[in-house]
């Protein structure tokens, strides 16, 4: 069955860069059918879309307003996996991170496990 | 964007009792060439991630228990648990995948009266 395995930092100093990683198996990042997404959570905030990859017979992404100046999510075909990049990142970017696909049913169907992620110095 | 806005955001309902959630989108969702509702629910609970529950705005999720039930059309739609179980304490979303961006509720915590 398809499966996201997250990996990356837990803390993150403000005005750095946050480096997530997803790893895909069972499916292709550069699957035809699926886009490939970040989403965070915060008591604030609740659930956030922060924005998605996905190939179409080339590589698109779309970005959530509130975060299209800083943000960065790349496909690496080579390892299967997608990457979210927030730059300049601030105590209120704190929150649980997950990647998430996108599929043939157009919902959320399969999430990584999540990352909390703490903005402090 | 389409904003989403449920009611209420705390519900506090008794063991085997109903629970309504209401969820209001500021356009519709409902796409007339395929008469399909662009609206999910997912349960919330901390340490897990977001679990699917309803997608369409009323199929269920293979393995999602039929107490869990979606309705409505256009832009008003409702999730019920029609007898509330203790496992059923969570936080619930509704999301719209519309259009892009995709944007979620503001969500409801649930809990046992």
């Known amino acids: 069955q398809v499966q996201l395995q997250q990996s990356g930092p837990g803390l993150v100093k403000p005005s750095q860069t946050l480096s997530l990683t997803c790893a895909i198996s069972?499916?292709?990042?550069?699957?035809?059918?699926?886009?490939w997404n970040w989403i965070r959570q915060s008591p604030s905030r609740g659930l956030e879309w922060l924005g998605r990859?996905?190939?179409?017979?080339?590589?698109?992404?779309d970005y959530a307003v509130s975060v299209t100046s800083r943000i960065a999510i790349n496909p690496d075909t080579s390892k299967n996996q997608f990457s979210l990049q927030l730059n300049s990142v601030t105590p209120e970017d704190t929150a649980v991170y997950y990647c998430?696909?996108?599929?043939?049913?157009?919902?959320?169907?399969?999430w990584g496990q999540g990352t909390m992620v703490t903005v402090s110095s | 964007d389409i904003v989403m806005t449920q009611s209420p955001d705390s519900l506090a309902v008794s063991l085997g009792e109903r629970a309504t959630i209401n969820c209001k989108s500021s356009q519709s969702v409902l796409l007339s060439s395929n008469n399909k509702n662009y609206l999910a629910w997912y349960q919330y609970k901390l340490g897990q991630p977001p679990k699917l529950l309803i997608y369409w705005a009323s199929t269920r999720e293979s393995g999602v228990p039929d107490r869990f039930s979606g309705s409505g059309s256009g832009t008003d739609f409702t999730l019920t648990i029609s007898s509330l179980q203790a496992e059923d304490v969570a936080v619930y979303y509704c999301q719209q995948y519309y259009s892009t961006p995709i944007t979620f509720g503001q969500g409801t915590r649930l809990e046992i009266k």
């Open positions: 998430a696909r996108r599929g043939l049913g157009e919902v959320f169907d399969i």
């Open positions: 069972g499916d292709s990042v550069s699957s035809n059918s699926a886009t």
């Open positions: 990859t996905y190939y179409r017979s080339e590589w698109y992404n």
